[in-house]
């Protein structure tokens, strides 16, 4: 009997151990002037994220930008020339206006609600088509629209924090529930057995 408790707890444990945490990112090296319109596309699946076996926790979308030239008297509210950017993305600032962006990284963290429908969809002619479903295609897109010509971007990423499940366990799990009756009938054979 005890034997038996034994081999339920490790059965009840198997599907905890086929899932783990994983992040992935994919990052954009710009080490560039910006201004004026820039698309940035985050393709996830290139990275390891596979939509079969991942599901998104978190969303961190971070930038790395200086203003190419400091000035300490610019940040007052007399003065036209800020580094204004307007950023679109469907998965967290929508339309984020930055009125006076300064050196430093900026990083976001966004709980996600996995979704397998579509997220935001459009129509081609008459045709709707899905616009927005990284559950799914593993893309993320972010447009920007710098009003200056004072930005530098060092890099801009976007990283999901993911649940990883193994598909591939239940040959192991197969395995192991096989050799359970041979261990039972092994046991059989000596008298101590019947304590168990």
Same mark, same amino acid.
């Given at each position: ?82 580094? #204004? ?5 469907? #998965? ?39 616009? #927005? ?45 096989? #050799? ?17």
């Amino acid at each position: 009997m005890k034997l038996l408790k034994i081999f339920l707890f490790i059965l009840a444990l198997l599907p905890v151990s086929n899932s783990y945490a994983l992040v992935i990112t994919h990052a954009h090296n710009i080490d560039n002037q910006i201004s004026g319109a820039q698309d940035f596309t985050f393709d996830l699946i290139s990275q390891g994220y596979n939509p079969a076996t991942d599901v998104i926790n978190f969303v961190i979308f971070s930038f790395d930008i200086k203003e190419i030239i400091e000035d300490p008297f610019e940040d007052t509210p007399d003065m036209d020339e800020r580094e #204004f950017v307007t950023i679109y993305d469907r #998965f967290l600032y929508i339309r984020g206006i930055f009125p006076d962006v300064d050196t430093g990284v900026i990083s976001e963290r966004l709980h996600w609600t996995p979704m397998t429908s579509c997220r935001f969809s459009g129509y081609i002619g008459d045709e709707e088509v899905c616009l #927005f479903q990284p559950d799914q295609d593993g893309l993320f897109y972010s447009h920007w629209h710098v009003d200056t010509d004072n930005l530098w971007m060092n890099s801009i990423s976007l990283s999901i924090e993911v649940t990883r499940r193994n598909l591939d366990e239940p040959s192991s799990l197969l395995l192991f529930l096989a #050799f359970i009756p041979l261990l039972i009938l092994r046991f059989r054979r000596y008298p101590f057995a019947n304590r168990l």
